[in-house]
């Protein structure tokens, strides 16, 4: 029983490291975590353990690791000095297996661009001749582009384009 409630405990913590640093969960905090979670254990050693668990987690997902490099990275893991143990590489594993894609899809939409066209304004100047200069300027267009991402404008906000006409 005590080793069901340790895998429900470390699973329920693995799911806090994720809202909090893949998913941007502001409700989630280490305080928290500690409070619900592992509340017997002081604050140096569920800082340990916190450490520990994002050190690894953090190795997995940045090398979106499949399922034959999860296991042979956790059994490296469990027989490093100062890994960890067996049953946690067991939860790691399937919290990995059923959390990899929506984690995956997180990081890619925190990382792409999503430009969309705000607003687009437009005209064509032209100087025309006059009696002191022999002849008139190039006629040129000017575009005003502004792009947005997620509601959020980018920097610069306002792109001018001049294109010879």
Known sequence: MAELDSSKSLSALLNGIAQCTYF???EISEEFLQQELYPQLSPHEFRALMDKMRGVFKSIVSADMDLNQLEAFLTAQTK???????EQARVIAKFWKNHKTNIRESLITQSRWDNSLKTINWRVDLKSQSRDMDLGNTPVAIAEIELGKNGQFTCPPTWLLKVPV
């Open 24 to 26: 941007s969960n502001p």
């Open 80 to 86: 490093k000095q100062g890994g960890i143990t067996e």
